[in-house]
């Protein structure tokens, strides 16, 4: 039987996290950071491998971790701003009219191999241009000060929100939308 002192067990910061004190950045979506307005750290799942038994199966950590999807959205500016950033980017990955939209996206910047991020070695990718982009949450503490950062590698979005006008609304909503981004993975700092 274990034996626990629960006077070492008790936690040193009581406060809770906040839903809404965090910042978003991505190098590669300025117009889209200030207008953000949720955020999630997404999910993260290992798959598991059993093994048979006459009587049962025994499950062992699989060797395999999946990511849910980073998604975030944010309200839409006048001009389509902001729209237009993360539209631009999935045109220019899809290539839908023609090859040289790929290629005009990568030129934008010196693009890295999905494998690297920006701390590998050699690693010679600017901040603004490319196929993928590197993104941070920050999580703000009940003072907004910034306490952790989680760290995404090589996003690219994967799926952008439609944006609805009707002119029969009685109350002015301001337009907004979600967008969905796939990882390589991504890291928890504490500041």
Request: aromatic content about 10%.
């Amino acid at each position: 039987m274990t034996t626990v002192n629960v006077n070492t067990r008790e936690p040193s910061v009581l406060d809770y996290a906040s839903p809404v004190q965090f910042r978003f950045k991505c190098s590669k979506l300025p117009k889209v950071e200030f207008f953000c307005q949720t955020a999630n750290i997404p999910g993260i799942g290992l798959g598991v491998a059993d093994v048979e038994t006459p009587l049962k199966s025994i499950p062992f950590p699989g060797d395999k971790v999946t990511y849910q999807d980073l998604a975030i959205s944010f309200l839409v500016d006048e001009n389509l701003n902001n729209y237009k950033e993360i539209h631009d980017w999935i045109i220019g990955l899809g290539a839908p009219q023609n090859h040289t939209q790929f290629s005009t996206l990568r030129d934008t910047g010196t693009d890295r191999f999905p494998g690297q991020t920006t701390n590998s070695p050699n690693n010679n990718a600017v901040p603004d241009g490319g196929t993928y982009s590197d993104a941070t949450l920050t999580v703000l503490n009940s003072k907004n000060i910034a306490v952790t950062e989680i760290r995404f590698h090589n996003i690219f979005p994967t799926s952008l929100g439609a944006l609805s006008y009707d002119v029969q609304a009685s109350d002015v909503n301001y337009l907004s939308t979600s967008v969905d981004f796939s990882y390589m993975y991504y890291e928890i700092v504490h500041l």
